[in-house]
C-alpha cells in the first residue's frame, strides 16, 4: 500500500467508518462490495494464506488492499485483538439507499424486524442469518445500534451482504407483519409470503405494544411445554428457514 501511514489514516477515520474485525469480516464485507479504504494484518502472508484456502474470490483484492503492521500497532488500533490478527475500516454503506431497498416492492424475500433487541451479539448473529437466507434486510427498534463494532464482529462483515439500519415502528417497511409470540398460530400452519416482516421480540419481554398492534398475524414456533423460550437467533433462524420451505 502507498499513501499515508495505515495507522494515521486509521485514526483520521475510525470515528466514521465501520470496524472489520478479523479475517472473516474483512472477506465477507469486501465480497459483498464494501469500500475499505485502509486494511492491516500482522502477518499479512499468513492472511493471504488464510484467503488463498478459504476464499480465493478475494484474494487479489486482498492483496491489494492489505499492509503488514507490527503487532503493538495492530493492538493500538482495535479495541480486542481478533485471533487473525487482521483489522480494516470500512464505508458505512448509504442509510437512503438501504432505506429504499427495504421499501421497494415486490420483495423477493423478508425483512426481519428486532424489536428492541439488547444483546449486541444476538443481533450480530441474526444478521449473519438474514444475509445467509438472502434477506431483504434487518431492522431494529429501540436504542441498540446495529453497526456497533460488537455487533458487526458477531456478524462477521456480513452487514454488507444485507440491508442493516435502525427504525420506529412507525417507519417499518411496507409488508403484511408477521410478529412471534407464543399465543400465536403454530408456525407450521402458516405460509409466509416473500414480503413478509418477520418480528421478534426480545428474550425477556417479548414483543413491545407498539409492534403487536402493528402485527397483522401473530405465530408461534413450536417448543416443548415448561421450557420458556428459544435463543433470538434461534428462533429466526427457524422461523427464516420455514420461509425458505415455501409452503405451509
Not at 434487518?138 to 456478524?155: C, E, I, K, S
Not at 397483522?216 to 411445554?225: D, E, I, N, Q, S
Amino acid at each position: 500500500m502507498t499513501g499515508p501511514d495505515p495507522a494515521s489514516l486509521w485514526h483520521r477515520l475510525a470515528g466514521t467508518s465501520v470496524l472489520l474485525d478479523g479475517f472473516h469480516a474483512l472477506k465477507h464485507a469486501v465480497r459483498f462490495g464494501a469500500d475499505v479504504p485502509v486494511a492491516v494484518a500482522v502477518d499479512r502472508g499468513a492472511a493471504l494464506a488464510l484467503a488463498e484456502e478459504l476464499a480465493p474470490d478475494v484474494r487479489a483484492t486482498l492483496d491489494a488492499l492489505l499492509t503488514q503492521v507490527p503487532e503493538s500497532v495492530y493492538v493500538s488500533l482495535v479495541p480486542r485483538p481478533h485471533p487473525t490478527a487482521v483489522a480494516a475500516l470500512a464505508v458505512r454503506p448509504s442509510r437512503a439507499a438501504h432505506l429504499e431497498r427495504l421499501a421497494h416492492t415486490p420483495r423477493t424475500a423478508p425483512v426481519v424486524v428486532l424489536d428492541h433487541p439488547r444483546n449486541l451479539g444476538n443481533a450480530g448473529a441474526v444478521i449473519r442469518l438474514a444475509a445467509g437466507f438472502g434477506a431483504t434486510g434487518v431492522v431494529t427498534t429501540g436504542t441498540l445500534d446495529p453497526w456497533h463494532p460488537t455487533v458487526v464482529r458477531a456478524g462477521a462483515g456480513l452487514h454488507f451482504a444485507t440491508a442493516v439500519e435502525r427504525l420506529t415502528v412507525a417507519e417499518l417497511p411496507p409488508g403484511p407483519v408477521f410478529a412471534l409470540d407464543p399465543e400465536g398460530d403454530d408456525i407450521r400452519g402458516v405460509k409466509l409470503p416473500d414480503d413478509a416482516v418477520l418480528a421478534f421480540g426480545s428474550e425477556r419481554s417479548g414483543l413491545s405494544p407498539e409492534l403487536r398492534a402493528r402485527a397483522g398475524h401473530l405465530v408461534a414456533l413450536p417448543m416443548r411445554p415448561q421450557v420458556s423460550s428459544y435463543n433470538l437467533a434461534t428462533s429466526v433462524a427457524m422461523t427464516l428457514y420455514h420461509w425458505s420451505l415455501g409452503g405451509a
